[in-house]
C-alpha cells in the first residue's frame, strides 16, 4: 500500500495574517508552510501525522506532495525527519490560480510515481485531537471491507457543518449512502464530518482521472466534491475515529489558536482523566419472564438492595484486577481452596471483565471505530447473590460496557442505547456460554421500571425490542427471598429452548400466554390494581410451573413459593430460579411471612427500587461535550 501526503494548498489567510502579527509571537513561522507550524504541545504538525505513518511498516512508499513556493521548506523537513527526499513531489503551482487542486496532485503522484497499489491520502495540514489512534487499525479495517475508505468524526457542537464535508453512515454496513460537500442548512441532519483522510483501492484509481476529464475547473477538483461523486459510483465505507479533526488550510490567525488551544485542552482533559466508576444494579422480573427470550414480553425492576459496579483508570499496561473474594487467588490451606472452589465454583467476575473487553474491541473493529493506544486497569466489586437468578453477570458486563465507552469517548452514536442489550447478552452467550435471555440486560441498560416487547417482527425489522420506561412509583412494596446456598440457576432452563426451537405448540402457546399476562400487568400497574397483579404474578409462576415441572424448578424453589402464598401474598421467580419475589397486601402477614422465611433458613428483605437518575443535557445521551471554539 502507497501513502500520500498533500501539503500543496496555496490558502494566504493564515499566512499574511501571520506576517502583520505585531505581537511577536510569531515572527519566527513568517513563511513557514501550514503543515510546519506547531501544533498540540508545539510539535510540528507534519511531524505527528509522520509518526503516525512511520510507526509500523505498514507503507511499501510514502509520497508527499507540495507546490513550488513551499518545497524548499520541506525538502530541508524531509532531512531532519528521516524522510526520503526523492519522494517529495513538486506539482510546479506557484499561485492559486494555477494550482491542480487537491484531487489533481493526487492524480499528479499516482501518474509521476507509476503507482498501481492501493493508496492512503492524508492532508497533512490537518490538527488533530488524540495522537494516540493506530494507523494499523485503519488500514486492516479497509483491507476487511473492500470497498473505499473515508475517515470521519463527531463534530463539536461548535462547528459549523456548512465548512466540511458531511456523511451520512448506514447502522449496519457503515457504507456511506450519502456525501454532501459544505451543505447548505436543512439537507442533512448529520454532524459527522469527514476529512481528507481516505483509502482508495488500487481498482478505483482509473476513477481519478476520469473524475478530472469530466471537471476540468480547478474549483471542482477537490477530494470533497470527488467523494461526493465516488460515492454514487462505488462503494464507500466509513470508519469513525474519536477525535476531532481541523484543516487549517483556510482558516485565519484566531481561528488557528483556538483550534491549536482547543486541542491542546482537550488532551490535558483526556491525560488526567480521573477513574470512572459505573454502577449497574440487580434486576426482579416481575411479569413475563422467561418468555424474553421466546419473543415474548416481559416487565422488569431494577433494585438498589444489589448491584455491582466497575472501575476504570488508564494505566500504562491493561490490567484487569482479581476480586479477593470472587477471584481468588490466594488459600488458607489445600481444604480451604476444596470448599471454596466447591461452593462458589470457578466462575468468577474476572472473565466477564475479560470476555467485554474482548467483544467490544471486535465490535469497535467491525463498526469502523478506530480506537487510540490507551491502555487502562479495570476492577470491579459487587454484592449481588451469586447464582439466585438476579442478573449478576450482566450487571458486571453491562457495567463495564459503561466504562469502556466512556474511556474511549463513545456515546449512542457509536453503540445505540437499544442495541447495548444485545451487547450484554453476546458477551455471555458467545463468549462464556451462559443460558440467557434480553431482559436483564435491558432493565441494566433502561434502569428502572420497564415494559419490553420482544416479539420477533420488531427483533426482525429494527434488530431490538420496545422497551417502554415506566414510573417506578407504580410498583407496590415487594419482598425479596432467596436461598442462602444455592446451586448454579442456568440449569433451570432445562429443554425449553430445544423444544422451542423444534416448534413445539405448547411452548408456543405459553409463551403467548406470559406475553398477554405482561399487558395485563401493565394495565394493573398503571390502574394501581394490585390485586389484579397479584393475581397476574401467580398466574405466571403456575404456567412456569407446568411448563418446566417440579424436577426441574428443584423443591427448595417451589418450597419458597408456597411458603410465602400460605400468607396471602403473590410468589413467583424474579429469575431463572433460587429467588422468589411477591406482593403482601396485608401488612401483619407480611410480618409473618418473614418470620417464615427467616425460621426456614432464607434470606429475605424489602425490595428497594432503583430510581433512575434523571436525564442530563449530554450528547447523544452519554458523553458530556465540551464547547469547542466559538
Known sequence: MICIILVAGHGLILEDEIKLDTSGAYCNLIGVPKALLPGVGGKRILDFWWDAINTRQLFNEVYLVTNANKYKHYERWATAQ?????????????????????????????????????????????LFQDHNFDMAQVIHYFKR????????????????????GIVEVCSTTNRITKFFEKPTPGMTTSRQASVVFYC???????????????????????????????????????????????????????DYEKWLHYFSDKQLQQQGKEQYTKRAYARIGLMGNP??????????????????????????????????????????????????????????????????CKKFYQYCNEQGIALPKRNFTLKYDTNIPRQVGLAGSSAIVTATL???????????????????????????????????????????????????????ELLDTQG?????????????????????????????????????????????????????????????????DFSRL?????????????????????????????LGRQFGSSAKFPGSGGAVIGVCLDTNKLKELKAAFQEEGFVICDIIPHIPSPPTSRRHSLKTPTNGPS
Open 145 to 164: 471491507k473492500k470497498g473505499e475508505l473515508a475517515i470521519y468524526y463527531e463534530m463539536e457542537p461548535s462547528e459549523n457543518s456548512a465548512s466540511r
Open 200 to 254: 482508495f483501492r488500487k481498482e478505483t484509481i482509473p476513477t481519478i482521472g476520469s473524475y478530472l476529464a469530466a471537471h476540468p475547473s480547478v474549483e471542482e477538483r477537490n477530494f470533497g466534491m470527488y467523494m461526493e461523486w465516488l460515492v454514487n459510483e462505488t462503494d464507500v465505507y466509513g470508519m469513525k475515529l474519536p477525535t476531532g479533526f481541523q484543516l487549517i488550510g483556510s482558516v485565519g490567525l484566531a
Open 291 to 356: 418468555s424474553d427470550g421466546f419473543n415474548g414480553k416481559t416487565i422488569s425492576l431494577s433494585i438498589a438492595n444489589f448491584w455491582a459496579e466497575v472501575t476504570i483508570i488508564e494505566s500504562n499496561n491493561l490490567v484487569l484486577v482479581p476480586h479477593p473474594l470472587n477471584d481468588p487467588t490466594e488459600f488458607g490451606s489445600l481444604g480451604d481452596l476444596h470448599g471454596i472452589s466447591r461452593k462458589e465454583g470457578y466462575l468468577g467476575g474476572l472473565r466477564l471483565l475479560q470476555a467485554t
Open 534 to 562: 397479584q393475581d397476574l404474578m401467580n398466574t405466571n409462576f403456575d404456567l412456569r410451573r407446568h411448563l418446566y415441572g417440579d424436577d426441574i424448578l428443584g423443591s427448595e424453589n417451589i418450597r419458597m413459593i408456597n
Open 402 to 456: 459503561n466504562c469502556l465507552m466512556h474511556f474511549f469517548d463513545l456515546n449512542y452514536t457509536d453503540l445505540p442505547k437499544a442495541r447495548q442489550p444485545q451487547f450484554v447478552l453476546d458477551v455471555e452467550t458467545d463468549e462464556l456460554f451462559i443460558n440467557a435471555g434480553l431482559q436483564d440486560r435491558v432493565i441494566q441498560v433502561y434502569e428502572g421500571l420497564v415494559y419490553m416487547d420482544f416479539t420477533k
Open 464 to 528: 431490538h425490542g420496545n422497551y417502554v420506561s415506566l414510573d417506578v412509583s407504580l410498583a407496590p412494596p415487594m419482598w425479596l427471598a432467596f436461598i442462602r446456598n444455592p446451586s448454579d440457576s442456568g440449569k433451570i432452563h432445562s429443554n425449553i429452548r430445544e423444544r422451542w426451537n423444534n416448534g413445539d405448540e405448547e411452548v408456543i402457546t405459553a409463551m403467548q400466554q406470559f406475553a398477554s399476562l405482561t399487558d395485563q400487568a401493565k394495565e394493573a400497574l398503571e390502574t394501581g
Open 82 to 126: 528521516d524522510f526520503p527526499v526523492e519522494n517529495i513531489i513538486n506539482d510546479g503551482s506557484t499561485t492559486p490560480t494555477d494550482r491542480l487542486g487537491s484531487v489533481g496532485d493526487l492524480d499528479l503522484v499516482l501518474r509521476n510515481k507509476k503507482i498501481n497499489d492501493d493508496v492512503l491520502v492524508v492532508a497533512g495540514d490537518m
